[in-house]
């Protein structure tokens, strides 16, 4: 089993900066991608962006250039960076780990930007 913790949500002004946090426990040494989805209401879930055990990473194209996924092998923590914040980027973001078996989610963090 694999338990997700996420922080870091809030509400920032369009322009803004905000960083989530998601640490993982339990069995990570069979984690082999972890990163964030958002969901907004009306839509479909997108994939954000996620990073490989051996640090490959993937963007949405609707977040190329302003977000930047990282991880602390140290902390067992993956890191969203969001820069550039619009309007649109406001919902709730959820982490995920992904082991052979299955996946796992956190419990998600809101995110809100204003305008």
């Known amino acids: 089993q694999v338990q997700l913790v996420e922080s870091g949500g809030g509400l920032v002004q369009a322009g803004g900066s905000l960083r989530l946090s998601c640490a993982a426990s339990?069995?990570?040494?069979?984690?082999?991608?972890m990163g964030w989805y958002r969901q907004a209401p009306g839509k479909q879930r997108e994939l954000v962006a996620s990073?490989?055990?051996?640090?490959?990473?993937n963007y949405a194209d609707s977040v190329k250039g302003r977000f930047t996924i990282s991880r602390d092998n140290a902390k067992n923590t993956v890191y969203l960076q969001m820069n550039s914040l619009k309007p649109e980027d406001t919902t709730v973001y959820s982490c995920?780990?992904?082991?052979?078996?299955?996946?796992?989610w956190g419990q998600g963090t809101q995110v809100t930007v204003s305008s």
């Open positions: 339990g069995s990570i040494a069979s984690i082999y991608v």
């Open positions: 995920y780990a992904a082991t052979t078996i299955k996946a796992y």
């Open positions: 990073i490989t055990s051996s640090g490959r990473t």
